[in-house]
T-cell receptor, first 114, second 113 residues
Framework: AQSVTQLDSHVSVSEGTPVLLRCNYS??????LFWYVQHPNKGLQLLLK??????LVKGINGFEAEFKKSETSFHLTKPSAHMSDAAEYFC????????????FGSGTRLQVQP | NAGVTQTPKFRVLKTGQSMTLLCAQD?????MYWYRQDPGMGLRLIHY???????AKGEVPDGYNVSRLKKQNFLLGLESAAPSQTSVYFC????????????FGPGTRLTVT
């Protein structure tokens, strides 16, 4: 079975400082991994995806994530936080079952302080 | 393109009432999904469809039914609402290719009293 664990339910940073949102995955097969972002009272938007090409994946709004097979991790980073980055972030893994669906982590709420 | 739209945006039901949530997509996607989002639990799959006329159960299907009579629409029904179904419901769609990227609607906030 495939699963993801987001290691922090809340992360607070100051504007202009780096962001690190941690995610570990478990997958029986070569995983496809995603990060989605949800701004308050909005739907989910894809930030970036890893599908076994480059291990460093660049996404929108300056975010990137690095796939590390040895650590089974897919952490999301950004060099400098902006107030508009305040949102909930979900680490997601592709399901290899017949559902052909996605399995979501429990989410990390990012707070950006001025 | 409107993408994925959901109707209604908000709804309050009394226990035992029924309702239908409508999801529509204009991207000609084969696959459609219904999720529910509860605090601290991420999104959980309720039902999904891999094409017009097909539906299948997801992770938490009890108390819900779905229909996909037209390719662009995916309906989620609650026959007898319960307070445990208070949640935010998201619809998503994707192509049948290998990208697995899903496109989400804005959500429906449902409260059952």
């Amino acid at each position: 079975a495939q699963s993801v664990t987001q290691l922090d339910s809340h992360v607070s940073v100051s504007e202009g400082t780096p962001v690190l949102l941690r995610c570990n995955y478990s997958s029986s097969y070569s995983p496809s991994l995603f990060w989605y972002v949800q701004h308050p009272n909005k739907g989910l938007q894809l930030l970036l995806k890893y599908t076994s090409a480059a291990t460093l994946v660049k996404g929108i709004n300056g975010f990137e994530a690095e796939f590390k097979k040895s650590e089974t991790s897919f952490h999301l980073t950004k060099p400098s936080a902006h107030m508009s980055d305040a949102a909930e972030y979900f680490c997601v893994v592709r399901s290899w079952t017949g559902r052909r669906a996605l399995t979501f982590g429990s989410g990390t709420r990012l707070q950006v302080q001025p | 393109n409107a993408g994925v739209t959901q109707t209604p945006k908000f709804r309050v039901l009394k226990t035992g009432q029924s309702m239908t949530l409508l999801c529509a997509q204009d991207m000609n996607h084969e696959y459609m999904y219904w999720y529910r989002q509860d605090p601290g639990m991420g999104l959980r799959l309720i039902h999904y469809s891999v094409g017009e006329g097909t539906t299948a159960k997801g992770e938490v299907p009890d108390g819900y039914n779905v229909s996909r009579l037209k390719k662009q629409n995916f309906l989620l029904g609650l026959e007898s609402a319960a307070p445990s179904q208070t949640s935010v419901y998201f619809c998503a769609s994707r192509t049948s290719g290998d990208s697995y990227e899903q496109y989400f609607g804005p959500g429906t906030r449902l409260t059952v009293t």
